[in-house]
């Protein structure tokens, strides 16, 4: 019999169902994987066993009497350590954080419980999600399942590296600057930044409050769409959500011949490694025998768009921060205080300046891309670096290389515009490589639908890391 844990979330969610594998097995194959992982990857904050397995019990017995009470029945999940459970500790990777019990649970997570599904344990992140690599100098730094040397990407840093090592089937994620998608590329998984308003972020921790989103990371398109289905739409704890259509199975799984890709002319294609270039012409080449469109876009400047981005998450995560690095900023790691302090260097005018612009920055975005349903962009410009060149100390280009590494994140977050990003091949050291689906507002169905034909035409999202020998024994 196949392990449960190397099942995709669409497959065990089928199988327990149909009651061919039970809940109690499926949890009890992640709980045997994390033992095996978990002194590796630091990808666990908290790990719940007892409770999930009670969790898992009384799904199997209500399955048997009532039958599935939601798509996701019995389904076994971990979540980034920001999404808030009633009567449980949230540390948000933070030491100012250690011990705060939630006084209420996160609609995002609300949802997931209604569609039958539970919680093992919470998963690592940047301290308060303000670090895009993996590094935490609280908790340590997570670590890539691919080669632990090298970064999972962050802030979603637990979750990326839980899902590729199948020590969950999925986990929430969040994506204010990169959060959800660079975790993907670096771990070779997908992830979907949703449309900003899409998904509810009542009860989860804030960072920026006109650019948060929340989102999956899983191991497929399919599996991203099972959870998004669940958690989107609107929600009177937040009223961003006012307008967020349910989700549509239907244009989720539109055919690629039916869609028109757009390829920058620039910026997401400057300065790309060889590998990560390699990828993406592989990619278009994949598409057009899916019988997509393919055309050429030139984009407005990204450059001032991921700056405009920049100074409202800067502001805005410094003003949510502001009373705590008053009374307690010793409590915060220098990396992350001394980007909160960084939020002070903006004047009032140019934070409204950039908050203004976003209206037109969008509307210029939609006029250059046309009619293009989805514009392919790398995720990065190269593979994941590793933790020691990227950290604190790393040597005179860490910065340099932190910033490059991120380039083609922010621009997609100061417009608000939904993300899928897929596992698209692999670098000359072994690592995977990404490439970003990114939409049209609310198009987040479109992201899904063809990422969902690339998935059937390659096999990248399939493979499955090793656990290193010395450590397996």
């Known amino acids: 019999m196949i392990d449960p844990a190397l099942l995709s979330l669409s497959d065990i969610a089928a199988n327990i169902r149909n009651r061919k594998i039970s809940s109690v097995e499926a949890t009890q194959g992640l709980l045997a994987r994390i033992k095996d992982w978990q002194p590796l990857l630091n990808a666990f904050v908290r790990l719940d066993s007892e409770e999930a397995l009670a969790a898992a019990r009384e799904a199997d017995t209500m399955l048997a009497k009532s039958g599935p009470m939601g798509p996701l029945h019995g389904v076994p999940l971990a979540h980034k350590d920001m999404y808030y459970v009633a009567g449980k500790p949230a540390g948000c990777g933070s030491k100012v954080r250690e011990g705060w019990i939630a006084p209420a649970t996160s609609t995002a997570i609300a949802r997931l419980q209604d569609a039958g599904a539970f919680s093992i344990g919470a998963l690592h992140m940047a301290e308060f999600a303000y670090g895009p690599t ?47 998608r660079m975790p993907a590329h670096c771990c070779g998984v997908t992830g979907l930044k949703t449309t900003t308003g899409r998904v509810s972020r009542a009860n989860a921790m804030p960072l920026s409050f006109t650019l948060d989103t929340v989102g999956p990371l899983a191991r497929s398109a399919e599996d991203c769409a099972l959870i998004a289905a669940a958690i989107a739409g609107p929600d009177p704890l937040d009223p961003v959500t006012d307008q967020s259509p349910i989700w549509s199975d239907d244009l989720a799984k539109r055919p690629a011949n039916t869609l028109t890709i757009g390829v920058p002319t620039q910026f997401y294609v400057d300065g790309l490694d060889a590998d990560v270039a390699a990828a993406l012409d592989a990619a278009i080449k994949t598409f057009e025998k899916l019988g997509a469109n393919i055309v050429s876009v ?27 690095l008053r009374t307690r900023a010793e409590d915060y790691t220098p990396q992350v205080r001394n980007r909160l302090e960084n939020g002070l260097g903006y004047s009032a005018i140019e934070y409204l300046e950039a908050l203004r612009w976003r209206g037109p920055a969008l509307s210029a975005h939609l006029s250059a891309i046309g009619d293009v349903d989805i514009v392919l962009a790398p995720a990065s410009r190269s593979a994941a670096p590793k933790i020691t060149e990227t950290d604190v100390g790393g040597g005179p280009n860490a910065e340099e290389l932190v910033v490059a590494v991120m380039r083609f994140m922010r621009p997609v977050n100061y417009l608000g515009l939904p993300v899928l990003t897929v596992p698209a091949g692999w670098s000359a050291a072994g690592l995977p490589i990404g490439l970003q689906l990114i ?3 609310f198009g987040d169905e479109t992201c899904v639908a063809l990422g969902r034909a690339f998935q059937q035409a390659t096999d990248y999202h399939t493979r499955i890391p090793n656990l290193p020998r010395a450590q397996a024994a």
Do not use: C
């Open 134 to 180: 993996g590094h935490n100098a609280y908790l340590g730094p997570a670590r890539n399942p691919w080669d632990p040397l090298h970064i999972t990407g962050g802030s979603s840093s637990g979750s990326g590296a839980a899902v590729a090592a199948r020590l969950t089937y999925a986990a929430l994620g969040s994506d204010t600057g990169g959060s959800i």
């Open 298 to 324: 030139e984009l407005p400047d990204q450059t001032a768009v991921a700056a405009a981005a920049l100074v409202v998450l800067a502001v805005e995560a410094t003003s949510l921060h502001a009373p705590w």
């Open 439 to 441: 939409g049209r507002p």
